[in-house]
């Protein structure tokens, strides 16, 4: 059990992430995240977002993603598309203003990445960013596992 | 400028809109609306529809679930709808229930599928208690093992809707239109469309269905009527909902997609 922790410890900190304290979702180190529970990925203007594990796990199967058109403009805070699960839409909020490059088109044949990879290959939209300002609103890793944790334990 | 008031009694406050043989796509027109044009909560009840009409979830693919040849034939009417979910086909034995709210009408409830799930079987329980054998079972509405009613959400930043479409009565010829869905949940355990619904008139009368539906939503609301005239806001006046009815070429399009599905199943080579 000791020697398994370990690895898992090891592990973590090898991919950069880190595991709150109750073992919930994963949050990764390098992320930045929305109180929507969307996380965005800076690199230079470029922004690459998707779902959190915090969310994906309370949704389930994700069963079908409704993606913009690329060209599309996104605003900080509104709706840009949904995810589909257990019979709901639920809508996904943009954690930054300006325009969509990029799509990921497998989640059309794999909506379940998502699910299994939501911070690596269940990406969602890549944005050329509007205002780098805006990432001044959204939450650090550390922020965002505490307000997972705070909003869990209030249901 | 007055705030509107949101509680009273501590209970939040609803907007109860009783409706009767309204259009299935009218319907889900002002529910998307309210959904995200309105700021209050609202409790929508349409007893029956008109013709009767398929309705599929946000992802259904036609080819799929329809037997659409049938459907092509008989023009009966297809609409995908903005929640998603399986398919239903509805008339005039269909009584809907819907209720669209403010995430922050219940501060306990997390705004995700099952929670909202669960917190409207509570309303239901109390409907047929004493009734009939009713459950929550894999997200459908079951009286003993047989579901009654379809159920879909649609989930956005600061509120949800959750709405019922029941059976109170069905067309048993009309269930052929619709095909055994890909996705089920394990208790229907493969049981065709006869033997896994009910109709509710065998449990319960349909106004008594409706008055009970009302006295268990005042237990969680304080309820105000409402008519159609309250539910139309500046904001929602040129708000263009999702919801719609596939055109005919849709549906002949989906036609080909099936028959090139049989025909890539038939000519896949067997395992030896």
Redesign the interface.
Known sequence: MASSLLWATRAASFLRISVPYRGFATVCKDLKYADSHEWVKVEGNSATIGITDHAQDHLGDVVYVELPEEGAEVTQGAGFGAVESVKATSDINSPVSGKVVEVNRELNDSPGLVNGSPYENGWIIKVEMKNVDELNCLMDPDQYSKFCEEEDAKH | MAVSQTRSMGLPLINLLRLRGVPILQQLHLEERLLRTSYDNWCIINDGTTKPTIVM???GKAEELLEIESVIRDEIPVIRR?????TVIVDQGTIFVTFICNKDAF????S??????SWSSLIYKKVFQGIGDFSLRE?DYVLGNHKFGG???????NRWVHHTSFLWDYQTSNMGYLKLPK?APEYRQARGHLDFICRMKDHIPRSNFIDRTIDAVGSHFVLTSADLEASQSPLSLNFEPSSRLLKREELEEAIFKSRARRACAASAPQAS
């Open positions: 979830g946000v992802s903005f929640t998603g979910g399986g501060p306990d409830l997390q995700y599928p099952q929670p909202i799930m997200n159920n879909a959400q649609s989930i956005t930043k996705r």
